[in-house]
């Protein structure tokens, strides 16, 4: 028989005993509704880019963005208000994606911050108008080298970057999967989505270009091994278990038998596959929460990237790692427990104390707000590591009232400036409060929230962690955390006592008046701030009710 009619014989055997039809995906897309809105919205605005003249994108990129963002946030309130944070959550796409309480919440938190974040995006009133065009905080040409001849004719020319908003909306996106994702590649794929835009707004300052550009390729280097770290874990992780769906793992884990396929049976069960691919997983995990040890790149990536673009990712990537952290911990590892808390006890301890401690000498308003940010994601550890159902609520709360105390800083830290932009050094902030006593008065609000001063939602949130931190046996790792507060607690008043009870400098940085746009997002801040401090248990049931995944 010749060669062509054999395979020709294959060829029909195959197809003899093939499937008579692929069966299609089953995709529930009413549940998948605020991801998906979100996504076409940026897919809108990547079209805005291409076909409108350049005059008019910057009104419709901000009007799409507030508006694809607003509904997806509506439809995350109808999800709740249908059940499908309590009774009725399921799995959907595949058992691609959980849609339950806490998946809601944080999406829902994302979103929020989202809005407010675009609002930042937008302002145009800071710096003095070039060539008699508004400009924002970002580069006139991405694509020019910074200090070059094609830079200054983008400048010149009252060029604007507008793609920045179909960017941060693939973002939100890429955040809005992490926290739900139900499967690990479903997540290192949210991972991907939403690391990539944030590599390249970091880049794109309009003033020191240089220091944005550097921001931008650190992150991008040690973002690329934590991504690395992920996905070997997740590789190991199915060598171990035969699947990568969490439910899956996690019946093996905890020895629940099942109809094995017989070829993977004889290499399934090896716990040095599960303890070095969960260890693998949780690394790439505690970068993105910016744990120490895997800290190094926030205070460079903070102090770089453009201030807006500095608040939105503090903020949102807190938020979604976690998710995904507490997911994973609770819902595949819970079978692991006395192998994972005492490593967690570890990372909490050390983070809270390096990021105060550190943060006690920074000399940059920028840079001390990221150590902070440090010693915040060990407060929230301290949660994590609870292993209870009140731990799961207290971070979802502290989640939700620091992203905005976080964004309200940031907003603020973009009005003082001087000459050069921002000015961020502590020694300019000097005086402050006599300059102008309203900007320096909010600025201190969210110092002290930060603190965690009662009548703050900074002390809700605290006080939440560390009761569910206490009743889950963890005492000292509470002690430390009071004591990390104590230090922390310094520097933030240093700063406000800087700005109140010191001379101001006849050259320091002057107060720019925002447009409505920033004022917004900053009295957003200060609202939430209060409200969540001085009545915080509408919140607190919210995230009580909200807190349980479903397997």
């Given at each position: 028989?010749?060669?062509?009619?054999?395979?020709?014989?294959?060829?029909?055997?195959?197809?003899?005993?093939?499937?008579k039809?692929?069966?299609?995906?089953?995709?529930?897309?009413?549940?998948l509704?605020?991801?998906?809105?979100?996504?076409?919205?940026?897919?809108?605005?990547?079209?805005?880019?291409?076909f409108?003249?350049?005059?008019?994108?910057y009104?419709?990129?901000?009007?799409?963005?507030?508006?694809?963002?607003?509904?997806?946030?509506?439809?995350?309130?109808?999800?709740?208000?249908?059940?499908?944070?309590?009774?009725?959550a399921?799995?959907?796409?595949?058992?691609a994606?959980?849609?339950?309480?806490?998946?809601?919440?944080?999406?829902?938190?994302?979103?929020?911050?989202?809005?407010?974040?675009?609002?930042?995006?937008?302002?145009?009133?800071?710096?003095p108008?070039?060539?008699?065009?508004?400009?924002?905080?970002?580069?006139?040409?991405?694509?020019?080298?910074?200090?070059?001849?094609?830079?200054?004719?983008?400048?010149?020319?009252?060029?604007?970057?507008?793609e920045?908003?179909?960017?941060?909306?693939?973002?939100?996106?890429?955040?809005?999967?992490?926290?739900?994702?139900?499967?690990?590649?479903?997540l290192?794929v949210?991972?991907?989505?939403?690391?990539?835009?944030?590599?390249?707004?970091?880049?794109?300052?309009?003033?020191?270009?240089?220091?944005?550009?550097?921001?931008?390729?650190?992150?991008?280097?040690?973002?690329?091994?934590s991504?690395?770290?992920?996905?070997?874990?997740?590789?190991?992780?199915?060598?171990?278990?035969?699947?990568?769906?969490?439910?899956g793992?996690?019946?093996?884990?905890?020895?629940?038998?099942?109809?094995?396929?017989?070829?993977?049976?004889?290499?399934?069960?090896?716990?040095?596959?599960?303890?070095?691919?969960?260890?693998?997983?949780?690394?790439?995990?505690?970068?993105?929460?910016?744990?120490?040890?895997?800290?190094?790149?926030?205070?460079?990536?903070?102090?770089?990237?453009?201030?807006?673009?500095?608040?939105?990712?503090?903020?949102?990537?807190?938020?979604?790692?976690?998710?995904?952290?507490?997911?994973?911990?609770?819902?595949?590892?819970?079978?692991?427990?006395?192998?994972?808390?005492?490593?967690?006890?570890?990372?909490?301890?050390?983070?809270?104390?390096?990021?105060?401690?550190?943060?006690?000498?920074?000399?940059?308003?920028?840079?001390?707000?990221?150590?902070?940010?440090?010693?915040h994601?060990?407060?929230?550890?301290?949660?994590?590591?609870?292993?209870?159902?009140d731990?799961?609520?207290s971070?979802?709360?502290?989640?939700?009232?620091?992203?905005?105390?976080?964004?309200?800083?940031?907003?603020?830290?973009?009005?003082?400036?001087?000459?050069?932009?921002?000015?961020?050094?502590?020694?300019?902030?000097?005086?402050?409060?006599?300059?102008?006593?309203?900007?320096?008065?909010?600025?201190?609000?969210?110092?002290?929230?930060?603190?965690?001063?009662?009548?703050?939602?900074?002390?809700v949130?605290?006080?939440?962690?560390?009761?569910?931190?206490?009743?889950?046996g963890?005492?000292?790792?509470?002690?430390?955390?009071?004591?990390?507060?104590a230090?922390?607690?310094?520097?933030?008043?240093?700063?406000?006592?800087?700005?109140?009870?010191?001379?101001?400098?006849?050259?320091?940085?002057?107060?720019?008046?925002?447009?409505?746009?920033?004022?917004?997002?900053?009295?957003?801040?200060?609202?939430?701030?209060?409200?969540?401090?001085?009545?915080?248990?509408?919140?607190?049931?919210?995230?009580?009710q909200?807190?349980?995944?479903?397997?």
């Amino acid at each position: 028989m010749s060669h062509a009619a054999s395979v020709h014989s294959l060829w029909t055997m195959a197809a003899a005993e093939a499937p008579k039809k692929i069966p299609g995906p089953h995709i529930e897309y009413a549940q998948l509704s605020p991801t998906l809105i979100v996504l076409g919205a940026a897919l809108l605005g990547v079209l805005v880019e291409a076909f409108l003249p350049r005059r008019a994108r910057y009104h419709a990129q901000l009007m799409l963005a507030f508006v694809g963002l607003a509904a997806a946030f509506a439809a995350v309130i109808a999800l709740a208000a249908g059940g499908y944070a309590s009774d009725k959550a399921r799995i959907a796409a595949m058992g691609a994606v959980a849609v339950d309480g806490p998946a809601l919440f944080l999406q829902g938190t994302v979103l929020l911050v989202g809005l407010v974040a675009v609002l930042t995006f937008a302002e145009r009133r800071l710096d003095p108008a070039v060539h008699g065009r508004p400009v924002d905080s970002f580069a006139a040409q991405a694509a020019a080298v910074p200090g070059g001849d094609a830079e200054r004719r983008a400048v010149k020319a009252g060029l604007a970057t507008t793609e920045v908003f179909p960017v941060l909306l693939f973002a939100i996106g890429g955040m809005l999967v992490f926290p739900a994702a139900n499967d690990l590649l479903t997540l290192f794929v949210a991972l991907e989505v939403f690391s990539l835009p944030l590599y390249v707004l970091c880049a794109l300052a309009r003033r020191q270009r240089l220091l944005s550009q550097e921001s931008a390729v650190k992150y991008f280097l040690l973002g690329a091994f934590s991504s690395a770290f992920l996905l070997f874990g997740v590789a190991l992780l199915y060598g171990y278990a035969g699947t990568v769906t969490y439910s899956g793992i996690a019946d093996v884990v905890s020895g629940a038998t099942r109809t094995l396929d017989p070829a993977l049976a004889g290499t399934m069960g090896n716990d040095a596959l599960l303890l070095i691919g969960g260890a693998l997983v949780l690394m790439g995990l505690l970068f993105k929460v910016g744990a120490v040890p895997f800290h190094m790149w926030t205070p460079d990536v903070y102090q770089g990237a453009p201030t807006p673009v500095t608040g939105f990712m503090a903020a949102a990537t807190k938020v979604a790692a976690f998710g995904a952290l507490l997911r994973l911990l609770y819902v595949v590892l819970p079978g692991l427990r006395w192998d994972w808390r005492p490593v967690m006890w570890g990372v909490a301890i050390v983070t809270m104390l390096v990021g105060a401690i550190v943060a006690v000498t920074q000399t940059d308003v920028k840079r001390l707000l990221a150590y902070s940010s440090i010693a915040h994601a060990g407060f929230i550890l301290a949660g994590v590591v609870a292993t209870t159902p009140d731990g799961v609520s207290s971070v979802l709360f502290y989640l939700a009232a620091y992203s905005f105390v976080t964004l309200g800083g940031f907003a603020v830290v973009t009005l003082v400036r001087d000459a050069g932009g921002e000015a961020t050094h502590l020694a300019k902030w000097a005086g402050l409060g006599r300059r102008s006593p309203m900007v320096a008065a909010v600025f201190a609000v969210f110092l002290l929230a930060f603190a965690g001063i009662p009548l703050t939602s900074g002390f809700v949130g605290k006080f939440a962690v560390f009761k569910a931190a206490a009743q889950g046996g963890a005492v000292p790792l509470v002690i430390v955390g009071v004591l990390s507060s104590a230090i922390a607690a310094f520097f933030y008043i240093r700063v406000i006592v800087l700005m109140f009870f010191s001379e101001p400098k006849t050259d320091g940085p002057t107060v720019a008046v925002p447009s409505p746009l920033t004022s917004t997002a900053i009295a957003v801040g200060v609202a939430v701030t209060v409200v969540l401090g001085v009545a915080p248990q509408y919140f607190l049931d919210l995230a009580g009710q909200a807190g349980t995944f479903v397997r």
